[in-house]
């Protein structure tokens, strides 16, 4: 369902509509608190994108659900830690894209240089929880908040070239969706028989 891509500044906005669209009660789960669609605006305008990287999933040409992930300071620094956040609209959960970003965003993180992930949830978030338990994260709570350290193996050369074929994969697969949306509108219609 859909394609993925890394996604950068350019994004933002689409970033700012994905998570304007999702309900309150998960919107909360996401930021761990209630927040306003202005405030979400402002901090995608503002997102220091040498410090993050994140992946989204397009559906028919529009964003359904990204991950991020923010590191501690910009990149390329060696043996950092970086957080992960994921959020995927309520029509689009249950069909396997958290597993898929979270995937990439560890292959990431480790291509990075991230030592630790850093998974940081609500208690009732029992899908980043699944989420944590499956990479094997050591969860602890504090202050209500869930805290899931996940240590990461170093960077390999298998690693780098998976980064690089999804980035490759995910080049043709937007093309495939992109392109006839876009020419579609330029072809000559054909007339209906009568």
Known sequence: MGHFRKLGAADASAMVDHLCRLPDSDRR????????????????????????????????????????????????????????AISIEPDFQRAGLGRELTGRAVTIARNRGAQHLIMLCLPENLPMRRIAKRLSGVMHQEDGTVEADLDLTAATPVSYWLEAMQDAADAVTGGLEYWPRLIRPLLPSTPQAA
């Open 29 to 84: 789960l996401r930021f761990h608190g209630t927040v306003s669609s202005e405030w979400i605006a402002r901090r995608y305008a503002g997102l220091d994108w040498s410090r993050t990287v994140a992946v989204g999933v397009f559906v028919e040409g529009v964003l359904r659900g990204f991950v991020e992930l923010a590191f501690e300071s910009p990149l390329p620094v060696p043996e950092t830690r970086a957080e992960l």
